[in-house]
Protein backbone atom coordinates (compact mmCIF):
# COMPACT_ATOMS: atom_id res chain seq x y z
CA UNK A 1 0.00 0.00 0.00
CA UNK A 2 1.56 3.29 -1.06
CA UNK A 3 1.72 6.05 1.75
CA UNK A 4 0.81 9.59 1.70
CA UNK A 5 3.18 11.28 4.01
CA UNK A 6 1.44 15.37 4.92
CA UNK A 7 3.73 18.04 6.09
CA UNK A 8 1.83 21.22 7.74
CA UNK A 9 3.08 24.98 7.28
CA UNK A 10 4.81 26.70 10.00
CA UNK A 11 1.43 28.40 11.84
CA UNK A 12 -0.84 25.16 11.43
CA UNK A 13 -0.80 21.78 12.90
CA UNK A 14 -1.00 18.18 11.56
CA UNK A 15 -4.84 18.04 12.11
CA UNK A 16 -5.90 21.37 10.24
CA UNK A 17 -8.80 21.72 8.01
CA UNK A 18 -6.94 21.59 4.31
CA UNK A 19 -4.67 18.94 5.73
CA UNK A 20 -7.13 16.79 7.19
CA UNK A 21 -9.48 17.27 3.83
CA UNK A 22 -6.91 15.77 1.70
CA UNK A 23 -6.09 13.25 4.31
CA UNK A 24 -9.57 11.83 3.89
CA UNK A 25 -8.94 11.96 -0.57
CA UNK A 26 -6.08 10.03 0.55
CA UNK A 27 -7.63 7.56 2.24
CA UNK A 28 -11.06 6.91 -0.06
CA UNK A 29 -8.84 6.22 -2.36
CA UNK A 30 -6.73 3.44 -0.97
CA UNK A 31 -3.57 5.03 0.40
CA UNK A 32 -2.03 4.56 3.87
CA UNK A 33 -1.64 8.44 5.38
CA UNK A 34 0.47 10.05 7.69
CA UNK A 35 -0.06 13.74 9.05
CA UNK A 36 3.20 14.76 10.53
CA UNK A 37 3.39 16.99 13.39
CA UNK A 38 6.15 19.58 12.97
CA UNK A 39 4.45 22.28 15.88
CA UNK A 40 7.60 21.94 18.52
CA UNK A 41 10.13 22.77 15.49
CA UNK A 42 10.83 26.44 14.11
CA UNK A 43 13.48 25.38 11.81
CA UNK A 44 12.38 24.68 8.47
CA UNK A 45 15.79 22.23 7.82
CA UNK A 46 14.99 20.68 11.07
CA UNK A 47 11.34 19.72 9.54
CA UNK A 48 13.28 18.02 6.58
CA UNK A 49 14.95 15.28 9.25
CA UNK A 50 11.96 15.27 11.13
CA UNK A 51 10.45 14.37 7.68
CA UNK A 52 13.12 11.38 6.77
CA UNK A 53 13.58 9.95 10.50
CA UNK A 54 9.56 9.66 10.21
CA UNK A 55 10.05 7.93 6.80
CA UNK A 56 12.63 5.92 7.93
CA UNK A 57 10.59 4.73 11.17
CA UNK A 58 7.64 3.91 9.33
CA UNK A 59 9.14 1.78 6.62
CA UNK A 60 6.42 2.03 4.10
CA UNK A 61 5.27 -0.59 1.77
CA UNK A 62 4.79 0.93 -2.11
CA UNK A 63 5.24 4.34 -3.01
CA UNK A 64 5.75 7.48 -1.06
CA UNK A 65 3.99 10.37 -2.07
CA UNK A 66 4.47 13.82 -0.45
CA UNK A 67 2.15 16.68 0.35
CA UNK A 68 3.39 19.73 1.73
CA UNK A 69 1.49 23.55 2.84
CA UNK A 70 3.86 26.17 2.98
CA UNK A 71 6.77 25.22 4.75
CA UNK A 72 5.66 21.91 4.82
CA UNK A 73 5.85 22.19 0.91
CA UNK A 74 9.33 23.30 1.25
CA UNK A 75 9.86 20.19 3.64
CA UNK A 76 8.32 17.86 1.40
CA UNK A 77 10.68 19.32 -1.44
CA UNK A 78 13.79 19.24 0.40
CA UNK A 79 13.01 15.76 1.52
CA UNK A 80 12.56 14.72 -1.82
CA UNK A 81 15.83 14.25 -2.72
CA UNK A 82 16.66 11.28 -0.35
CA UNK A 83 13.06 9.94 -0.04
CA UNK A 84 12.52 9.48 -3.81
CA UNK A 85 8.51 9.81 -3.99
CA UNK A 86 6.20 8.61 -6.63
CA UNK A 87 4.90 12.20 -6.44
CA UNK A 88 4.32 15.71 -4.74
CA UNK A 89 1.75 18.07 -4.24
CA UNK A 90 2.13 21.14 -2.94
CA UNK A 91 0.31 23.96 -1.42
CA UNK A 92 1.92 27.73 -1.69
CA UNK A 93 5.08 26.59 -0.97
CA UNK A 94 8.03 28.24 0.70
CA UNK A 95 10.31 27.72 -2.03
CA UNK A 96 13.48 30.42 -2.61
CA UNK A 97 12.69 31.91 0.89
CA UNK A 98 15.99 33.27 2.44
CA UNK A 99 17.46 31.37 5.60
CA UNK A 100 16.24 28.01 4.32
CA UNK A 101 19.28 25.90 3.58
CA UNK A 102 18.56 24.01 0.30
CA UNK A 103 17.48 27.13 -2.60
CA UNK A 104 17.90 24.97 -5.84
CA UNK A 105 15.17 21.91 -6.53
CA UNK A 106 15.64 19.10 -8.96
CA UNK A 107 12.35 16.34 -8.10
CA UNK A 108 12.64 13.52 -9.96
CA UNK A 109 9.11 12.85 -9.36
CA UNK A 110 5.94 14.75 -10.93
CA UNK A 111 4.84 17.98 -8.94
CA UNK A 112 1.75 19.64 -8.67
CA UNK A 113 1.50 22.84 -7.00
CA UNK A 114 -1.80 25.52 -6.08
CA UNK A 115 -1.04 28.36 -4.88
CA UNK A 116 -2.82 31.78 -4.24
CA UNK A 117 -2.93 34.71 -6.45
CA UNK A 118 -3.75 36.67 -3.06
CA UNK A 119 -0.78 35.11 -0.71
CA UNK A 120 0.57 37.59 1.28
CA UNK A 121 3.30 35.31 2.97
CA UNK A 122 5.00 33.66 -0.20
CA UNK A 123 4.69 35.17 -3.50
CA UNK A 124 3.07 33.01 -5.87
CA UNK A 125 6.03 34.42 -8.35
CA UNK A 126 8.10 31.38 -6.35
CA UNK A 127 6.35 28.61 -7.54
CA UNK A 128 5.76 30.29 -10.48
CA UNK A 129 9.72 30.38 -10.75
CA UNK A 130 9.80 26.30 -10.05
CA UNK A 131 7.22 25.13 -12.35
CA UNK A 132 8.34 26.98 -15.19
CA UNK A 133 12.25 25.79 -14.55
CA UNK A 134 10.95 22.27 -13.85
CA UNK A 135 7.81 22.23 -16.08
CA UNK A 136 5.67 21.19 -13.44
CA UNK A 137 1.66 21.54 -13.23
CA UNK A 138 0.99 25.21 -10.98
CA UNK A 139 -2.88 26.11 -10.47
CA UNK A 140 -3.00 29.65 -9.39
CA UNK A 141 -6.55 30.55 -7.81
CA UNK A 142 -8.26 33.65 -6.34
CA UNK A 143 -7.15 32.70 -2.85
CA UNK A 144 -4.66 33.89 -0.23
CA UNK A 145 -1.93 32.07 1.60
CA UNK A 146 -4.20 29.42 3.53
CA UNK A 147 -6.14 28.38 0.63
CA UNK A 148 -8.89 28.14 2.70
CA UNK A 149 -11.67 29.20 0.12
CA UNK A 150 -10.44 26.75 -2.12
CA UNK A 151 -10.65 23.43 -0.21
CA UNK A 152 -13.25 21.78 -1.86
CA UNK A 153 -11.26 22.89 -5.57
CA UNK A 154 -7.94 21.04 -3.71
CA UNK A 155 -9.12 17.71 -2.77
CA UNK A 156 -10.64 17.34 -6.99
CA UNK A 157 -6.84 18.56 -7.67
CA UNK A 158 -5.80 16.10 -5.36
CA UNK A 159 -7.73 13.11 -6.25
CA UNK A 160 -6.99 13.84 -9.67
CA UNK A 161 -3.13 14.09 -8.96
CA UNK A 162 -3.74 10.20 -7.22
CA UNK A 163 -4.83 8.70 -10.25
CA UNK A 164 -2.67 10.36 -12.32
CA UNK A 165 -0.09 8.42 -10.47
CA UNK A 166 -1.02 5.18 -10.73
Not at 31 to 51: Q, W
Request: charged share 20%.
Amino acid sequence: MSTIYFSHGKESGPNGRKIQSLVAVGKQNGFKTVSIDYMALDNPDDRVEHLLKTITADKPQGDIILVGSSMGGYVSMAGSAQVKPAGMFLMAPALYLEGYEVQDFHPSCPVEIVHGWNDDIIPFEHSLRFAEKQKCTLHLVDDDHRLSGSLEYLAVLFEAFLKRLG
